[in-house]
């Protein structure tokens, strides 16, 4: 096949051993066949694949990424530009290591709520208005309070990502306390056989740890 002035973009999310293959190959792809690369990793899970309103952060070529922007848009409901090849699989794990510590702290403050003899529907709703407030929240609180573990994004995804944070974290010798808290939740879940289920199973965690349930009429 000839390659020559051709580019691609890949969506995929890469380890950090990847990352490193993909930097190292676009420059050699560039220099041999003139061919750019971008990387261009998304969030949002399913639904909003299948309603076309994913979050897309992309690095690569700035001229590249304008030309192909339309397409991403067509995917896409935000498209970042956020630096060179390989940055944007750097900004797909920060999210993932923000969306598990978000999602956590939702499921640890419900089942506070809930044990301390309090509605925890009540407590969401005067809180998700606030500071605490977020798209995190408005879209996993509902589920757990409903006990709606149907995957959009599934634990056993999730753990994949965290591994590789805390591989890239390990690598520049940074740590990382509560994404690697987030990992050993994760893990009690997929060792209770719930991989397979959505992020917002991690309730299930501290509902578990405190014999309480945040679903609404238990």
Request: charge should be negative; proline fraction near 4%.
């Given at each position: 096949m000839?390659?020559?002035?051709?580019?691609?973009?890949?969506?995929?999310?890469?380890?950090?051993?990847?990352?490193?293959?993909?930097?190292d190959?676009?420059?050699?792809?560039?220099?041999?066949t003139?061919m750019e690369?971008?990387?261009?990793?998304?969030?949002?899970?399913?639904?909003?694949?299948?309603d076309?309103?994913?979050s897309?952060?992309?690095?690569?070529?700035?001229?590249?990424?304008?030309?192909?922007l339309?397409?991403?848009?067509?995917?896409?409901?935000s498209?970042?530009?956020?630096?060179?090849i390989?940055?944007?699989?750097?900004?797909k794990?920060?999210?993932?290591?923000?969306v598990a510590?978000?999602?956590?702290?939702?499921?640890?403050a419900?089942?506070?709520?809930?044990?301390m003899?309090t509605?925890p529907?009540?407590?969401y709703?005067a809180i998700?208005g606030?500071?605490a407030?977020?798209?995190?929240?408005?879209a996993?609180?509902?589920m757990m309070?409903?006990?709606?573990?149907k995957?959009?994004?599934?634990?056993?995804l999730?753990?994949?990502?965290?591994?590789n944070?805390?591989?890239?974290?390990?690598?520049?010798?940074?740590?990382?306390?509560?994404t690697?808290?987030?990992?050993?939740?994760?893990?009690?879940?997929?060792?209770?056989?719930e991989g397979?289920?959505?992020?917002?199973?991690?309730?299930?965690?501290?509902?578990?740890?405190?014999?309480?349930?945040?679903?609404?009429?238990?």
């Amino acid at each position: 096949m000839n390659l020559k002035g051709r580019n691609f973009l890949t969506l995929k999310d890469f380890t950090p051993e990847e990352i490193t293959y993909m930097i190292d190959l676009a420059a050699e792809l560039k220099a041999r066949t003139g061919m750019e690369m971008l990387d261009c990793p998304v969030s949002g899970g399913e639904p909003k694949a299948i309603d076309g309103t994913l979050s897309i952060m992309c690095g690569g070529n700035k001229e590249i990424f304008d030309k192909y922007l339309d397409l991403l848009k067509a995917m896409g409901s935000s498209v970042v530009y956020v630096g060179e090849i390989g940055s944007g699989n750097v900004a797909k794990l920060a999210n993932q290591m923000v969306v598990a510590s978000n999602i956590g702290i939702c499921a640890e403050a419900m089942t506070f709520a809930k044990k301390m003899g309090t509605d925890p529907e009540l407590v969401y709703q005067a809180i998700r208005g606030g500071l605490a407030g977020s798209t995190v929240m408005d879209a996993k609180v509902p589920m757990m309070l409903e006990g709606n573990y149907k995957p959009g994004f599934r634990i056993d995804l999730h753990i994949k990502d965290l591994n590789n944070a805390l591989n890239a974290s390990h690598a520049i010798n940074m740590p990382v306390p509560m994404t690697a808290h987030m990992m050993e939740v994760m893990q009690e879940l997929k060792n209770h056989d719930e991989g397979s289920c959505d992020h917002d199973d991690i309730i299930r965690y501290y509902e578990r740890m405190t014999g309480v349930s945040v679903v609404k009429g238990k």
